[in-house]
């Protein structure tokens, strides 16, 4: 997922984008409370927010952000243990609040609670079809058995298969897939969409290219009896 981290102490920021991006997260990092100001029309899964920050704090960011209408879901960040503190950012329309130090595990199962809850779900697993994607473990299986999928192949699908019928351009996926400093070719998505449908060959849906659009997860239309095979695919999700 794509996250925004504003955190201006640079040692913490760089162990919490290194962590994030090795479970699969495209992370970017803004150290200055007015130049992240600049980026919050942007479209990111998660924001990241300090407190404490030079130029414009946290609060300042957060409450912008809800002033303008955005529903991102925002986890503060800060060293200062006050309940009034939690209370003031939980009224401006904070999410969650974590308080420094923490643990890693901490974090990723606050940022899982925060994704799945913006996306509707209620657990970590995330089912589509025939296909469980485990958001904790950073897995997932095709009836049940194990794909080997990396990271990036893993985010990809999670971010498609939550969303089946919904039409993805090629812009959007790359921004949250990638981060600057990766340097992404033009045909980057291309190779991992291709690299899916190879390792989904079994899957019951398909990963479509609509020309000058983008990509779109299709479901496959139940088999009637006594139908034979090639049935058409269909947009909504199976139950």
């Not at 997932?140 to 919904?166: F, H, M």
Request: aromatic fraction near 4%; hydrophobic fraction near 40%.
């Amino acid at each position: 997922m794509r996250i925004l981290l504003v955190e201006d102490t640079a040692d913490v920021a760089e162990a919490i984008v290194t962590h994030l991006n090795r479970i699969g997260h495209t992370v970017e990092w803004e150290s200055n409370g007015a130049h992240a100001s600049r980026r919050l029309s942007e479209s990111y899964d998660l924001l990241i927010l300090d407190v404490m920050l030079p130029q414009q704090d946290g609060f300042s960011l957060l409450q912008q952000l809800r002033t303008r209408g955005h529903h991102t879901p925002v986890l503060m960040l800060t060293a200062c243990a006050e309940v009034e503190e939690r209370v003031r950012a939980l009224d401006l329309g904070a999410d969650d609040y974590l308080v420094k130090p923490f643990d890693f595990r901490e974090l990723d199962a606050r940022i899982r609670v925060l994704l799945r809850r913006s996306g509707g779900e209620s657990t970590n697993l995330l089912h589509c079809a025939n296909l469980s994607i485990d958001r904790k473990s950073r897995s997932a299986t095709l009836d049940g058995q194990p794909i080997e999928l990396t990271r990036r192949e893993v985010t990809l699908l999670e971010i498609i298969a939550a969303r089946p019928g919904r039409i993805f351009n090629k812009d959007e996926l790359m921004d949250r897939l990638f981060t600057v400093d990766d340097n992404p070719s033009a045909n980057s998505v291309e190779q991992y969409v291709a690299r899916l449908r190879k390792k989904l060959a079994a899957a019951a849906f398909e990963i479509r290219t609509l020309r000058g659009l983008g990509y779109q997860l299709v479901l496959h239309a139940p088999a009637e009896p006594g139908a034979g095979a090639g049935t058409a695919a269909h947009t909504s999700p199976l139950h």
